[in-house]
């Protein structure tokens, strides 16, 4: 076990945790850094119960040293990890959230560009859309595949937006990284560990989706495959796993931004569409998500979602991003943060123009 403490805390609060360690009959081995003070602690006979020493003044975390990930962790880098784009204004884990739109899958280039528009005007810098879709009948709609993704990269061009989508498999990777500015990696496919490596030795950003059933500690262990590779380019995010409720499509477990937050630098997107797989849930917890600190979302919209070719009934209406993004807008400034605003990026101005 471990303490860490806040790079701020001072010798007195220190000393108190040390004292709070000898109190549990255990021994205290303070260790400072030249970022700040980690206390070792021995003499337990098994895993100590971290609430007495977690919620102490100064204290950052409290460890297991056994725990198995590094590069992931905020012992190894204490500062948020921010990811930026080259060519573009957009950041992922700064100041203003990311916001990531689009349909589940391009399904043509007039669905595509239709979408893409209210995307771009809604103020979002990325433009999300699969080309590679995991579906679960195997006679379900399966993507459009590079055609899907050239259609994207069209839209990279027109309207300045970042493309997300998703590689499928390690056949599929090169090809999606070739075109994409941000590789998704599903939940289906959360710790296909070959895949993991492969996105691991890629130079572009990797968004890693939560697994349907995966701890918080296998998720980082996922994104610590990927950067054990050398891609220190990792963006975490939250998709809903699978529970007993049946009210909506995932339980979405808004409690892991902040449990993920404090155990890694990496950033934290929130995706309130699969996380419900009900439209009319989708803007509520896209506000939950920004109010819990979510460094951004993963939103699915359709013009026409009653004839989406996948995942139609979580998909919004544009009219629905536009309302909703104003709400978060609002929701934002409360925390010290801000939302894409439209009318300072190029594309918009080019938009308007036509
Ligand atoms: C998707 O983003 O369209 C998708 C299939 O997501 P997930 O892997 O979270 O189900
Ligand atoms: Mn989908």
């Given at each position: 076990m471990l303490v860490v403490m806040q790079a701020h805390a001072t010798e007195q609060q220190v000393e108190a945790v040390c004292e709070a360690i000898t109190n549990l009959g255990l021994r205290p081995h303070s260790l400072p850094g030249a970022q700040r003070t980690a206390i070792g602690i021995t003499g337990n006979a098994g895993a100590i119960e971290p609430g007495a020493l977690e919620d102490l003044p100064g204290v950052a975390e409290v460890i297991p040293v056994s725990k198995p990930y590094k590069l992931v962790s905020r012992e190894m880098k204490a500062e948020n990890t921010i990811i930026s784009f080259p060519g573009s204004p957009a950041t992922i884990g700064g100041k203003t959230l990311a916001m990531i739109a689009g349909p589940c899958a391009i399904e043509s280039r007039e669905q595509a560009f239709r979408i893409a528009e209210h995307v771009a005007n809604s103020g979002a810098q990325f433009f999300r859309g699969g080309a590679f879709k995991p579906r679960?009948?195997?006679?379900?709609f399966q993507g459009l595949g590079e055609e899907g993704l050239r259609i994207m990269a069209e839209i990279r061009d027109r309207f300045g937006l970042r493309i997300v989508t998703e590689a499928l498999d390690t056949e599929s990777l090169a090809l999606v990284e070739e075109y994409a500015d941000m590789i998704q990696i599903g939940a289906r496919n959360m710790q296909n560990f070959s895949l993991l490596r492969a996105a691991g030795r890629s130079r572009k950003p990797i968004l890693l989706k939560r697994g349907i059933a995966a701890t918080l500690d296998e998720f980082l262990m996922a994104a610590e495959y990927v950067m054990s590779e050398?891609?220190?380019?990792v963006v975490l995010c939250e998709r809903g796993i699978r529970t007993f409720t049946d009210h909506t499509r995932n339980t979405l477990d808004l409690s892991v931004v902040p449990a993920a937050q404090r155990l890694s630098h990496l950033p934290i997107l929130v995706d309130p569409s699969h996380g419900t797989g009900k439209r009319n849930k989708v803007i509520p917890l896209a506000r939950a998500a920004v109010a819990v600190g979510a460094d951004g979302l993963m939103i699915e919209v359709h013009h026409q979602p009653e004839k989406a070719l996948s995942d139609g009934m979580q998909s919004i209406y544009p009219a629905q991003l536009m309302q909703g993004f104003e709400q978060l807008r609002r929701i934002a400034v409360v925390l010290g943060r801000s939302m894409p605003e439209p009318a300072g990026v190029p594309h918009l101005r080019e938009v308007a123009s036509r």
């Open positions: 679960t009948s195997p006679y379900a050398g891609n220190y380019q």
